[in-house]
Each structure stands twice: as C-alpha cells, then as structure tokens.
C-alpha cells in the first residue's frame, strides 16, 4: 500500500495504541468498492466500524452524520467528508448533515441569518456540485437552531453529563460563555438524534471524523450508553481520517489563506495556488535525477492521492516516476495544475447550477 | 399598618438595605386598588416597580412573568403569587406562565409527561379554580420545553454569560449536571421573551417572587442590558413578597407535608390542618387573658392576613382581640376553620370543572 505520511505515522500510531482506535486497513477487505480515502489510507482508524460493514452487507438501515460548521470558506481538504458522503449515499445510508449554526454563533459570533447564508452559498452549494444528491431522500440537511428534535434530545442527555467531565473534554474555564459550553451537547444530540424512535429507531451510525475529533466521540459513545436503558442507542461508529497538508506544509486552514485552496477560488488562481506548493523535490536538478523525489513530502502529491487522481495505476505510476527521478517536479505540477483547473472549471459550474436547489432545501 | 412579621422584619429590612431593594409601600399611594398582600405588606418590596405604576395608570401595554415547577403539590403558600396574577389581568397585563418542566426535569429527575400531567391536573386546574381567567387573550401559559422562542432567546443570551458567574450565583461545581447548569438561561429568557419584536417589543415587564429569587432577577436584569443594543430590553421589574410560615412553625414546605395545607386537601383535612397550626397563645388561658395573644407569631392569624380575611376592618378587629386578650385561640380558630372550609368547598368545585380547560390550554 503507498503511504505519503511516513514523517506522521507515527503521531497516527500513537492514537491508535493509546486511545483505542482500530486500524482501518484490517476492514479493507470486508467492504465492497471501498472509497479511494479508505484503500488509500487517508482513513486510518475507526471505531466500531465492523457494524457498518455489516449493515452495508446485509442492506440494513444505518446513517452517517458529519455537520458542517458554517463560519468561514470550504477549502478542498473539507471535500474528503463530502467524498464519503457520496460514498455513502451510494451505499443507502440515511445522510444527516448538522449545519453547526449554534457553535459558529457561541464560538464565532456569527449571527443566525447569516450563518444560514453561508451553510446554503458556500458549504451546501459545494456539497451538490460535488455530487452529492439532493434529492436523495435519504439526505436530512439542517439547521441546529431550527432542529427542535435535537434541541430536546441535547438537553434530555445534558441531566447524565457534569461539568467535570465538559472540563475534562474541553478544557473549558470559568471565562467560558455558557452558550459555548453547552454546544458539544448539542453534537452529541446531532450524532445520537437518528436512531429515535421517531426517526426509525436504534440503528448503526457512523460519524467520519478528524483524529483531533476524537474526545468528542468517546463522550458521545459514553453518553448514548448512559442513555442505553431510555432510547436503546447503538453506540456510535467513527472513522479518522488523516489531515491534508496546507500549500506552505503545515496544516490547511481556512483561516491561513496562503495555506489553502479555497473551493470558491478561480479555477485560474487554484491552477497558480497549486503550482506554487511545496513538493519533495530536491536541492538541485541533477540531485533529484540521482537521489529521487519525496512524493510522501509532496503537497502535490497528496493533491493527487486525496482527490485529483482516481485510478491507483496512475497513482502509483506517478509515485514511482518521482522516487526514480525520471519526472521532474515541474512536469508533474504542470500535470496537476491542469488537473485541478479542469476539476475547479467543472466545480464552479455545478454550484452555480446548484444554488437554488441549496436555497431550497434550508427553505 | 398592621404588620405581623415583627419578628423577621429585620431580615427583610437587611435585604432591602443591602441589595438595593426598595421598600414597596412607597408606592401604595400611587396605586389604584392595590391588592391586599400589598396593602398588608406581604409584598414588601421591589425592583423598578415604578415602571409598572406607570403603564397601569397609563394603560401602557406591560406584562407578568411567573413561573410554575410541576414537581410536587401547591400548598396555600402558592395562592399568593396566582392572587396577584388575577390582580394583574384585571388591571390588563399580558400574563405569561412559563411550566418549569425543563428544570423539574435536570433538577427533580420529572420526565416530560408528567411534568405536563402535574401541570395541568395540578397547577393549571388549581389557578383557575382561584380565579385566573383562562380565556383571557392576554393569558399565557406554556411548557419551557415546548417553547422553541423562548429555548432559542436562551442560547442566544446565554453568550453573554460565563460560568464564573453561574458558579457565583447558583453556586454550582464540578458535579452539576448541564442539563441543570443551563436551566437559568431559560429562566432568564422566559422573563424577557415578552419583549421580543414578536411579541409585541420591549415593554414594561414585573416577576413576583421570594426574596431568595433575587439574584435570579438581577443576573436577568444584566442579561438584559448587555443585549440591550441588539434586543432594546427594558429591564424587568420584580417585586418580593415574605413567605408565608408553615403549619409548625417554620417553612411551609411541599416536601415536607405536616409544614403544609395542600390545595388538593378536602375540605374536612384542611379544616383539621388549620385547628392544628400553631397560634400566637400563652401557655394558659388566664395568661391570656391577661397579656393578650401575639397575632405576630400566629400561623392561624397569618392565614387571614394572607387569605381568608378580605376586610381590613374585620382584620384589625381580630388583631385587637387578640392582643387584648378578649378573643382566645380556641374561638378564633373555630372561626378561621370554617372559613377555610368553606373555601376550600368552593376550591374543589371549581378545580373540578376547571379540568378539561387546564387539559385544552397545553394541547
């Protein structure tokens, strides 16, 4: 299996001998037409994921819930959930996608209205012409502060929850606003709030998360047994997935606009932002020729693993041509660039034509 | 005035004194038939009460808050907030009754049915019985936990909170759940949701309660000027009343039911209860008779003062008496029986018929 992250592996080890998470590669085999993010090792680690696969085996009902947090601009490492989900959706789950207004106000400061703006402009727009289908019905997109089945489930599960713990989880202080501190509960509503009975009842559900994530799904699984004898929950499943690496090489962040490609961005200036990554290119030309590329220190690379390149034969193509020396960073860029302009061409097609439909289903 | 407290005053001067809490018979000669716990001082006190003066004698749209917890059983104690509830409609308020089935629920343990069974057969059925008029337009009566206005004016004020500041007030630790560290919030926006744009906008707004609610009230009155560019609040007003003392001596308590005349009692048991209270008597007769009674310390003479005695005149008389000496307990209490007696007749005949519009008003 190619792995890009030799230099992180160990970090994502760690997580898994301490805190319990279980490889991913061990469930490979048991899934049909498994995601490119799972054979490829983006998705690493999960819990409990072994109730999924056999909900998808046996056609059985099961959801996945992953909320969107609508307080800034998608940038293209915020695609890989959107990946899953269509992942998903092809698979039968019922999809229910959180749109986190109540954090972005307690957290960010941003306003109910327009929070609403960007979930439906920036993040559901994105969503569909991604290819996520909004007529699925099977697709449940709201808003928390809309949502009253989760508002009464949050504070229904907030009486087996103390302050202890939400310290413990969040490192919350007394300077905490209470708003603030109330929302991880409403999380967990958004997780749990599929299998009432209202809903259809106790069913697997998957949550695909980020390993920094991790607290969070430990309380919720902690919580839905707390509540086993009132609602029958199943414990929830998770998956971790691995971070993409910012253009610069740290972390990609909204917040750092150097650091991203930027959804919204022009297929021009995504061209320009990708040819200006970092990649695992040598000192010199004639370096590189003898000693090889480093496609595991590549944000070019990574590009192409996480989202630009399908087929595994041109991947791993790609791989060995750049461990050999015998492509340059440059030609390879120049074929990435064209790739993401066309992907980014095609992108911003679909979400003007997916506007309207993004308005209507908050409507 | 006649004043039968002497005993406690001096708390309740403290209270005034030290938190700023004005003395409310300042204000009875501004009002226009103001009601008898308010003439006799069991309202003792309050918070920009003027206001309120104000928009009565203007005829100014303004309105009451005050809330029901459906945990237990109303005793008498409780009669003294619906007496000025009725008070209020009659002098045109918009009334609202918020149902504490949020906090009877992260506090008591009370899941949400029955805490909506207790209000209605309890509460509801015993608050008309007394005299509030359901069909009144102004009259609003509603389950916190169905009240998403109310749940989201919460979350939103609850940003400008912090939790040193609920630990400060509520004395609250590690070990409190959040189910119960954010019921306040909803406290706080019961009592200012009146003054939505939906509602009717900002407006004049009074909280009867004990004085053991006023931190409540001054968090909600802060709560209420850090929002006060964005919601335009007008500080709510609140008036104290003292409580009344229970059958022994001490507190009337639900929780504790030789302290207490339930409402739901027959007449016969609280008839029994009221010959059992402890009086203001000497430890004989002839001492009696010869120093008089203490009116002040006599559960039997609070009762008339609170509820059974609607004539001052009548109400002075029998304060003479005793403290003359020409009327003994015995007779008293014979005559203060019978009229809770009779009270109590009428009571269970009026909750009776009450019933199926306490259902009708929460479904």
Chains 1, 2 share one sequence.
Not at 45 to 50: E, L, P, S, T, V
Not at 175 to 185: D, E, G, K, R, V
Not at 325 to 336: D, H, L, N, Q, Y
Request: proline letters at 5%; hydrophobic letters at 35%.
């Amino acid at each position: 299996m190619i792995d890009p992250w030799s230099s992180a592996i160990l970090n994502y080890e760690k997580l898994i001998e301490e805190f319990g998470i279980k490889p991913f590669h061990d469930l490979l085999g048991d899934l049909e037409n498994p995601h490119i993010l799972m054979s490829r090792g983006v998705i690493f680690g999960h819990r409990d994921y072994g109730r999924i696969v056999k909900a998808m085996r046996e056609k059985n009902n099961f959801a996945v819930v992953t909320g969107m947090m609508p307080s800034g601009k998608m940038h293209i490492g915020h695609k890989m959930v959107v990946d899953q989900l269509i992942w998903y959706q092809e698979k039968g789950a019922e999809i229910y996608i959180p749109i986190a207004d109540m954090e972005s106000y307690s957290a960010r400061g941003i306003d109910f209205p327009e929070a609403k703006r960007i979930a439906i402009d920036e993040y559901i727009s994105n969503y569909i012409a991604l290819g996520l289908d909004p007529d699925n019905e099977n697709l449940h997109i709201y808003l928390q502060s809309e949502n009253k089945t989760v508002g009464d489930l949050a504070y229904k599960l907030a009486k087996k929850v103390n302050l202890n713990e939400m310290k413990a989880i969040y490192g919350f202080s007394g300077s905490t606003n209470i708003a603030h501190l109330y929302t991880p509960l409403i999380q967990v509503a958004d997780i749990l709030h599929p299998q009432l009975e209202e809903l259809g009842g106790p069913k697997p559900t998957v949550v695909p998360v980020g390993p920094d994530q991790d607290p969070h799904i430990r309380l919720t699984r902690d919580i839905a047994e707390r509540f086993g004898s009132q609602f029958n929950f199943i414990s929830p499943s998770s998956t971790y997935h691995r971070f993409i690496t910012g253009l610069t090489g740290g972390k990609m962040s909204s917040s750092k606009p150097k650091t991203a490609i930027f959804l919204s961005d022009s297929p021009e200036i995504a061209e320009k932002k990708l040819k200006s990554a970092k990649t695992g290119g040598r000192e010199s030309l004639s370096q590189q020729e003898e000693m090889g590329g480093v496609p595991e220190d590549c944000v070019v690379y990574e590009m192409l693993l996480y989202h630009l390149l399908q087929s595994d034969v041109k991947l791993k193509e790609t791989y060995q041509q750049c461990r050999e020396g015998s492509v340059m960073c440059g030609e390879c860029k120049a074929k990435a660039a064209e790739m993401i302009k066309d992907f980014f061409k095609d992108l911003e097609m679909k979400r003007e034509k997916a506007k309207d439909k993004a308005k209507s289903i908050l409507n």
